[in-house]
């Protein structure tokens, strides 16, 4: 009992603290790469308190609901967006024995209820009665079935190489051979996971400057902080995810277990953030072309090298 | 194993279904999150509607017509393919974990090569159907 109580405060802490820290570190390192300074004032040093700023504003604004609005769905749309990403954390192991609960299908289960994360964003652009969000909306649901394809393919390699689902169970099979093995895979894998949660280069769905946040364009408030923490929240597990796969989770010399998990996460997290400063948005044709014609090919070639190389050696 | 107690809690802890209660007990705890943020915002919060602010947001114009308004559902055809896919996709998941069980192995990976093929098959014809381009 103890344990699960253990295990639970770690992944509240991972899923209450770390996209806070993502989100600081995104300003201040989008910031830098624009010759900016970012946030500077808010807490003193260099605007470390900014989110938590953010925070306490976003507790006291107003909750406009749009008279046209579909009420109870757009109610309870961030929380659909949200929750999925914390539930998909009980199944991502930290350290060697250190996952909240070792699911058989791990590997299953944490794709199946990232998928429902993204239904938050579709119910928001339709219960939102609004021209931008019904657009965003039907965007971020073509992004969905475009992207989840090359995910799936690109995840059940790993699975053929580890032979089991069980995520602590392909960290414990990793070697590092596996990083060349599985390089076409994991690069699949991240920028399909990227375009699910719509970060930029493929935030077509939620376009600022051209829809106005599509799905959230009617959200203030609370509300709109649970979108907002859901991003990020999104790229904890994208991060996490993929270091697990295919970056060998907690395996590395001389440190700790859960610090590399913890510093290849970072590092995949800081990937996301400078590819959001360094590539412009792609058009709605040319995301769908790259998934189709770009990542599900690039999937399947590494399908096949998996499996000849696994029956072959 | 001490007490009854103490082996019931194991029984439903242990069990398969065990690791799924604290699926669904996270679930739980995170349901709780988001409503006690809601609640902490409802008591914070100011609440004074007016007609203008209620009003469907269009760039400072009033709206026209319906937010639910027609417009070219383009990707339909991708939801079709996705379908198509996602269902060969699924059966993945249990062939890879047995795949090069002993006495599999090479007719399990022709078989792999047969299953790529036609996916394969399939995103060519899309091509070619010119699916994959809009106009």
């Not at chain 1, 008279?67 to 579909?70: L, N």
């Not at chain 1, 970060?199 to 935030?203: C, I, K, L, N, T």
């Given at each position: 009992m103890l344990d699960v109580v253990l295990s639970f405060a770690v992944i509240l802490i991972v899923f209450l603290a770390l996209p806070l820290i993502i989100g600081q570190t995104e300003h201040k390192v989008m910031a830098h790469m624009q010759s900016r300074l970012g946030p500077?004032?808010?807490?003193?040093?260099?605007?470390?308190a900014q989110l938590i700023a953010d925070g306490v504003k976003f507790a006291q604004k107003e909750d406009v609901i749009p008279?046209?609005?579909?009420r109870r769905i757009f109610m309870i749309a961030p929380g659909v967006a949200l929750v999925p990403y914390l539930v998909v954390l009980i199944a991502i192991p930290i350290d060697r024995g250190r996952v909240a609960v070792d699911l058989d299908l791990g590997l299953f289960f944490v794709l199946a209820v990232m998928g429902v994360g993204v239904l938050g964003s579709i119910m928001a652009g339709w219960a939102s009665a609004n021209k931008y969000s019904v657009l965003g909306g039907m965007r971020s649901a073509a992004q969905l079935m475009s992207y989840e394809l090359p995910l799936v393919l690109a995840a059940s390699s790993v699975a053929m190489a580890a032979g089991t689902l069980s995520l602590p169970g392909i960290v414990e099979a990793w070697?590092?051979?596996?990083l060349p093995w599985q390089a076409i895979g994991g690069v699949v894998f991240f920028l399909a996971g990227l375009a699910e949660l719509r970060?930029?280069?493929?935030?077509m769905p939620i376009a600022e400057s051209e829809i106005i946040m599509g799905p959230m364009t009617e959200y203030t408030g609370m509300r709109f902080a649970l979108f907002m923490l859901s991003e990020y929240a999104g790229i904890v597990v994208l991060s996490f995810l993929t270091t697990v796969l295919f970056?060998?989770?907690?395996?590395?010399?001389?440190?700790?277990g859960w610090l590399w998990t913890l510093i290849k996460v970072f590092v995949l997290a800081f990937v996301v953030i400078w590819l959001r400063v360094s590539y412009p948005r792609l058009r709605e044709d040319q995301l769908q072309k790259l998934a189709w014609a770009g990542l599900v090919p690039l999937a399947l070639v590494q399908l096949a090298l998996t499996g000849v190389v696994k029956v072959l050696i | 194993m001490g007490s009854r107690g103490r082996l019931g809690y194991d029984r439903v802890m242990d069990g398969y279904f065990g690791s799924y209660v604290l699926v669904a007990a996270l679930l739980a705890i995170g349901v709780a999150i988001v409503a006690g943020a809601l609640m902490a915002n409802r008591l914070l919060r100011p609440s004074r509607p007016t007609p203008e602010k209620l009003t469907t947001y269009e760039c400072g114009v009033d709206p026209v017509g319906e937010g639910w308004a027609q417009s070219q559902v383009r990707y339909y055809v991708f939801t079709y393919l996705y379908v198509v896919f996602a269902v060969d996709a699924v059966f993945l998941f249990p062939w890879a974990t047995v795949f090069d069980a002993p006495g599999y192995g090479m007719s399990t990976l022709v078989e792999m090569f047969v299953f790529l093929g036609f996916i394969a098959l399939g995103i060519v014809y899309a091509w070619r159907k010119r699916v994959l381009t809009w106009t």
């Open positions: 500077m004032y808010a807490g003193g040093f260099h605007g470390w008279a046209a609005a579909d070697q590092w051979w596996w970060r930029p280069p493929f935030d970056l060998g989770g907690w395996h590395g010399p001389f440190l700790p | -």
